[in-house]
């Protein structure tokens, strides 16, 4: 009892200054500024009905592409963000873009946004 | 920060106010534990009464929203206290010889209190560089939470969205919006501020209901603070930290000192405590519904063995406002879990009698359970847990047995969910079994010191 007395609460403590280094080591989270962009976005977009999501040209399943729609429907709530383009307005990311020009973009205008971030897209045909 | 401190505070101090019994009816005597309670309770009702607000179109964001909620809390806090003024509540000191304080009891102290600052700071920073937490935070508790907070007209439309679990309950959530509505607007602030609040209380919690009287109670705390991975969960404004408060803050006020199993007279208070915390479990999360479900049946037991099944009515009246906000929920929301999603009984029968099943989750399963902790403790859950399993069997107290068994019936229901899964087994257990393990580290904890805290109490000798 005596050793568990003294070793544990230390151990506690060095546990805890590990913990804390390791802690501040972390770099920003990489959803702070696109949830920040895409927040800008929304407040273009009509307050109800949804908005539409430009899926990554090649592979819109993986990991850091699906983190991307989450991240736009987490921003555009109550707002629901659909994976389609058949909607008045859509959400595009520079990285799905097709290189050279994606025709899923035909017969939509580009509302607002930065070249190398969010942009919203608008239907005029 | 303040406003947001305050939307927990007020729902707190009126259950605080109207239940003084909070105060005998774990630890003994501990304050500490009636705030640890008045907190979890606070956080738990008042997730429902946004609910009901919501519910009667008031959008949370408006003012009105703060007037019938201050109303609310000012009538639940004003009745309780003009009844309990004309009602004698007796708050005894529990008898018992309390291990002497000396300077090693001081310097334990004096460390576990310092262990709690790092792991605020380490909390604090990790917040700083994540502040709107996990993936699974935003993915699916902050993200229900605009819902409901942003549109009183839309805020269903967070259950269309699938990949969002949108059949995981609502305490989070409603707690997340209500903070966000004191504070004015949305803060990532107020997500964090319940996060640190609940593992507050469940680090209190155990303490207390271990008996603060005694150095074992200071030693779980430290162990408690040292798993690391526990601290982590803290940020990451997931469910699981709640969830594992109110699962520690029912089997504290049912197996911890001077409470239901160690002290017979007069239960009701801690029966409806245990009622409304295990209800506010399943009302955090599915996995809730598994320990409300084991909690039910153990304390049915304890009713029977004792003659006393009368008793059982003060449980169900703690649960009942719980209970009836998750059947409402059930009712009108049409969402469906995506574990049970194509789910046969002939399927789930063909993959429990799969071999290979097995020895993939037990080794699976193993190897997180000998890798969670931390940096510098690793292995924490195997050392703690195969210890108090012996003790339990071969010479555990019933509250220790049952404190025990709630966490191995648990661990079971998990592996048989990874045995049944519909996803990919490594992947299903790879995404979350770190989460559940960071549930059942402060109940482990309790359980693995219950033994020592009852020899205590009655050999002081074998203490020291």
């Keep these: 009892m005596r050793v568990s007395m003294a070793a544990i609460p230390l151990w506690a403590v060095a546990s805890g200054m590990v913990a804390l280094a390791l802690g501040a080591e972390r770099g920003p989270d990489p959803i702070i500024d696109l949830e920040a962009e895409c927040a800008t976005l929304a407040l273009v977009t009509p307050g109800s009905g949804p908005v539409g999501f430009l899926d990554h040209h090649g592979s819109p399943d993986a990991l850091e592409h699906v983190r991307a729609y989450y991240v736009v429907q987490y921003a555009f709530a109550p707002r629901l963000v659909l994976r389609q383009t058949d909607l008045e307005f859509i959400v595009v990311l520079p990285e799905a873009l097709r290189p050279g020009g994606d025709d899923r973009l035909d017969g939509f205008e580009r509302v607002t946004g930065s070249p190398d971030g969010p942009r919203l897209y608008r239907r005029v045909e | 920060m303040m406003r947001e401190a305050l939307a927990l505070l007020i729902p707190s101090c009126a259950i605080a106010a109207a239940v003084p019994s909070l105060v005998t009816s774990v630890g003994g005597h501990s304050r500490a534990a009636a705030a640890g309670l008045a907190l979890c309770l606070g956080i738990g009702f008042s997730s429902v009464t946004t609910m009901a607000i919501l519910a009667s179109e008031i959008a949370i964001h408006s003012r009105d929203f703060i007037l019938v909620d201050i109303a609310v809390w000012a009538l639940v806090g004003g009745a309780g206290w003009w009844f309990n003024t004309r009602t004698a509540v007796t708050r005894r000191q529990k008898p018992g010889v309390v291990d002497s304080e000396g300077r090693a009891g001081w310097i334990v ?64 959530p409603a707690s997340v919006a209500r903070v966000w509505a004191y504070a004015g607007q949305e803060t990532t602030v107020g997500p964090f501020v319940i996060a640190v609040a609940m593992a507050s209380s469940s680090v209190v919690l155990v303490m207390a209901a271990l008996d603060l009287r005694h150095h074992r109670s200071w030693l779980a705390g430290a162990l408690l603070l040292g798993g690391s991975a526990f601290v982590a969960q803290v940020p990451s404004q997931c469910a699981d930290v709640p969830l594992a408060a109110f699962m520690v803050a029912t089997l504290a006020v049912t197996c911890g000192h001077g409470t239901v199993l160690t002290e017979r007279q007069n239960p009701r208070a801690a029966l409806w ?31 029977v063995r004792r003659g006393a099944l009368r008793q059982l009515a003060w449980w169900a009246a703690g649960g009942s406002l719980v209970v009836i906000a998750l059947v409402w929920f059930e009712l009108a929301v049409p969402a469906h879990s995506s574990l049970l999603e194509g789910q046969t009984i002939a399927l789930v029968g063909e993959r429990l009698l799969d071999v290979d099943r097995h020895a993939m989750v037990a080794a699976l399963m193993l190897q997180h359970l000998r890798g969670w902790g931390g940096t510098l403790a690793l292995a924490l859950i195997p050392t703690l847990g195969i210890p108090a399993v012996l003790v339990a069997l071969v010479r555990g107290t019933s509250a220790m047995r049952l404190a025990v068994g709630v966490v191995l019936m648990m661990l079971s229901a998990y592996y048989v969910v990874y045995v049944t899964t519909r996803f990919d087994i490594r992947w299903h257990i790879e995404a979350s079994v770190d989460r559940l393990l960071t549930q059942m580290w402060p109940l482990l904890v309790f359980a693995a010191f219950l033994p020592a805290a009852r020899r205590g109490s009655v050999r002081p000798s074998e203490s020291q």
Excluded: C
């Excluded at chain 2, 460390?111 to 920073?125: G, K, Q, S």
């Excluded at chain 2, 295990?278 to 009302?283: I, L, P």
């Excluded at chain 2, 049946?297 to 009713?303: D, G, K, L, Q, R």
């Design chain 2, 109 to 172: 102290r004096a460390l576990v209190m310092l262990a709690a600052t790092l792991a605020l700071m380490t909390a604090a920073v990790m917040h700083t560089t994540a502040p709107h937490g996990e993936w699974d935070a935003w993915a699916i508790w902050n993200l229900r939470a605009r819902f409901l907070f942003r549109d009183v007209n839309a805020w269903r439309n967070a259950f269309e969205v699938a990949w969002s679990q949108p059949d995981y309950p609502l305490l989070l």
């Design chain 2, 273 to 303: 405590v245990a009622g409304a915390t295990s209800a506010m479990a399943a009302w955090t999360k599915n996995e809730g519904l598994v320990f409300a479900f084991l909690a039910l049946v153990s304390v049915t037991i304890i009713a």
